[in-house]
């Protein structure tokens, strides 16, 4: 398993990689609802699956910024775990550079971090709470396509 965001050097070529959405922050009897990722330098080759109950989207611009969003569409879909099997190697994506953990530059000239984000969590007196999502959530492995072939 290779973790990207400690990687320093840039890829000689543009790698493809299966992308997990892990480490979600959940005390006990909070799940998942939706998520929300906000992508730079990132793009979507593919959704490899969705999970019973969810909606997924992933996509991009003409630009370097994209997104990866996903929504349970009821209480009995929403995760309870804070890595969810179901999101485990669910999306195909390429960089082409190495993940940028923060954002760079001026107010007017940043380049954002390649992920950055939130899910929304629903708490155990039903309320809801959003809890930032970044590099470390997003785990990275090398892979050829949606099948699983991790190199």
Same mark, same amino acid.
């Given at each position: 398993?290779? +973790?990207? /965001? ?11 990689? +299966?992308? %997990? #959405?892990? /480490? #979600?922050? +959940?005390?006990?009897?909070? %799940?998942?609802?939706? &998520?929300? #990722?906000? *992508?730079?330098?990132? *793009? &979507? ?15 991009? %611009?003409? *630009?370097?910024?994209? #997104?990866?969003?996903?929504?349970? %569409?009821? /209480?009995? *879909?929403? &995760? ?9 190697? &669910?999306?195909?994506?390429? +960089? ?9 530059g001026s107010d007017d000239a940043k380049i954002p971090a390649t992920f950055s984000g939130y899910a929304t969590i629903s708490t155990v007196d039903d309320g809801e709470v959003k809890v930032p999502l970044d590099w470390r959530n997003v ?13």
């Amino acid at each position: 398993m290779l +973790l990207i /965001g400690a990687h320093a050097s840039a890829p000689d070529q543009p790698r493809t990689y +299966l992308a %997990s #959405i892990v /480490g #979600i922050p +959940l005390k006990p009897d909070e %799940s998942v609802e939706s &998520f929300s #990722i906000e *992508t730079w330098g990132v *793009t &979507f080759g593919a959704v490899c699956r969705i999970p019973s109950g969810w909606r997924i989207k992933a996509g991009n %611009s003409a *630009t370097p910024d994209g #997104i990866l969003e996903g929504e349970g %569409s009821q /209480g009995a *879909t929403w &995760f309870s775990r804070g890595s969810p099997k179901a999101l485990d190697r &669910f999306v195909l994506i390429t +960089l082409y550079e190495p993940v940028q953990k923060d954002a760079v530059g001026s107010d007017d000239a940043k380049i954002p971090a390649t992920f950055s984000g939130y899910a929304t969590i629903s708490t155990v007196d039903d309320g809801e709470v959003k809890v930032p999502l970044d590099w470390r959530n997003v785990r990275l492995i090398r892979a050829s396509g949606c099948t699983g072939n991790a190199r």
